[in-house]
């Protein structure tokens, strides 16, 4: 579907030098663009590791970008980097479930919308 079967592993979810922001550059294709960001949002259930790059793509949904698409392409070379990497739960087995949660107040520059963000610890 993304055309990556022989793409090269990623060894991180997104480029931290990139700096993902809405600009003028030409539109993607934005069915197929919510269709991946979905199917990644959907992992994040079990593969934490994702969130904060899925959340920030997903900020993009209504006009995603050829740059936008990258990133979520870097994503799924990610995940394929590591596939055994994933959340298990022995049935029976007690855990303890601490989170956390934050959000900025108008922290986009590009549209003055929030981030939220958050953290779980099982242990």
């Known amino acids: 579907e993304t055309g990556l079967l022989g793409a090269k592993p990623?060894?991180?979810?997104?480029?931290?030098?990139?700096?993902?922001?809405?600009?003028?550059?030409?539109?993607?294709d934005s069915r197929?663009?919510?269709s991946l960001i979905g199917k990644?949002?959907?992992?994040?259930?079990t593969r934490?590791?994702?969130?904060f790059a899925v959340n920030k793509l997903s900020?993009?949904?209504e006009k995603p970008r050829k740059v936008h698409w990258d990133a979520a392409l870097m994503i799924v070379r990610y995940l394929k980097s590591a596939p055994e990497k994933r959340l298990w739960f022995k049935k029976?087995?007690?855990v303890d479930i601490e989170a956390y949660s934050d959000v900025d107040y108008v922290g986009s520059v590009d549209d003055r919308k929030s981030t939220t963000g958050f953290c779980v610890f099982v242990g």
Request: charged share 20%.
């Open 32 to 34: 197929s663009y919510r």
């Open 92 to 94: 029976g087995e007690c």
């Open 40 to 45: 990644q949002l959907y992992l994040t259930v």
């Open 10 to 28: 990623a060894t991180l979810p997104m480029n931290p030098r990139i700096h993902i922001h809405d600009d003028d550059s030409e539109p993607f």
């Open 59 to 61: 900020q993009f949904m």
């Open 48 to 51: 934490a590791g994702i969130s």
